[in-house]
């Protein structure tokens, strides 16, 4: 049976398994469809590798290795990761996700622009932790980017932000680990660290560091840390520049928060925060310096020195 197109998927049975309703979105290589579990009811997000995709090797990897980190982390800030199998009819892989209902840290940004320092930190503070207890598994994310830090909304209507997508995150020297053919560079480029911008082979935790800290500038200025009108370009800055001070961008940011944001942008890996654990740390050490409130559930990293 030859692979059939999302939207061809719309009213049929995945799998016998789960009744696909309509598709959510597409991306570069695959797409994300709800569906519905036939026996539970259950709602759920599926996501296939396009049909043009799905017989690459080093794609289909991908797509598995999204499904062992995603499974591997229980963790309420991470997406969760319900069910991975291939449809014996097609061929097709498929992974089933849970559905959640709310926006991304992107869609946010767009809609009401850049955030305060106090509403920020109530979404990336957990979403760090959930990062730190991946990185004590060795799973690097590796696409930190604000499509992929999710304001969820729980049954009471709360905020519950998840990061997801770990799609290309690498288990730190697994013999499996899924890589790419000599100098080949996975990730967004606004939002890669200068190590991975170069075609890094080993990336550590303090890759995710300097991501999340590219996430946080964003959100702060509205701006990315560098901009260029070329690829090159832009790995030529990333690897050679400082980003503009965030003060001279929104002076109204508290300047312990705004440094502490720049440290996570340091190009010198010894002059970076040396985990997501201590980053997260740090933001709230910053937060307590300038007066801003966090929730008390946001304290987490709060739990080891700063280093």
Same mark, same amino acid.
Request: proline letters at 7%.
């Given at each position: ?26 991306? *570069? ?88 320092? *106090? ?37 009471? *209507? ?150």
């Amino acid at each position: 049976m030859p692979l059939i197109t999302p939207e061809e998927r719309v009213g049929t049975t995945l799998d016998g398994r789960y009744r696909v309703e309509a598709v959510l979105g597409r991306g *570069g290589m695959g797409a994300v469809l709800r569906g519905r579990h036939v026996h539970t009811g259950r709602e759920v997000a599926i996501k296939l590798l396009l049909p043009e995709h799905a017989r690459d090797a080093e794609l289909l990897a991908r797509f598995v290795q999204e499904a062992r980190s995603g499974a591997s982390l229980a963790h309420p800030n991470v997406g969760d990761t319900l069910d991975m199998d291939v449809e014996p009819e097609s061929g097709q892989p498929y992974l089933v996700l849970e559905l959640l209902d709310g926006q991304d840290l992107a869609a946010r940004l767009e809609a009401q622009g850049p955030m305060t320092a *106090g509403a920020l930190l109530a979404v990336v503070l957990p979403v760090m932790d959930a990062l730190a207890a991946a990185h004590e598994r060795g799973v690097v994310h590796r696409d930190l980017k604000p499509e992929n830090l999710f304001l969820a909304h729980d049954a009471r *209507g709360r905020v519950v932000p998840k990061v997801l997508d770990f799609g290309i995150a690498k288990l730190l020297e697994a013999d499996d680990a899924v890589h790419t053919v000599t100098g080949g560079v996975l990730g967004t480029p606004h939002f890669m660290s200068p190590e991975q911008a170069m075609g890094g082979p080993a990336l550590g935790a303090q890759s995710d560091v300097w991501s999340m800290g590219a996430v946080m500038y964003v959100a702060l200025t509205g701006q990315h840390p560098f901009e260029a009108e070329t690829l090159p370009g832009l790995v030529t800055k990333v690897c050679t520049e400082d980003p503009t001070p965030i003060a001279s961008l929104r002076p109204d940011v508290p300047a312990p928060i705004a440094d502490a944001v720049h440290r996570a942008l340091q190009r010198d890996l010894d002059a970076r925060w040396p985990s997501m654990e201590a980053f997260g740390a740090g933001l709230v050490a910053a937060a307590d310096a300038a007066g801003v409130t966090l929730a008390p559930g946001h304290r987490e990293l709060d739990r080891k020195s700063v280093v």
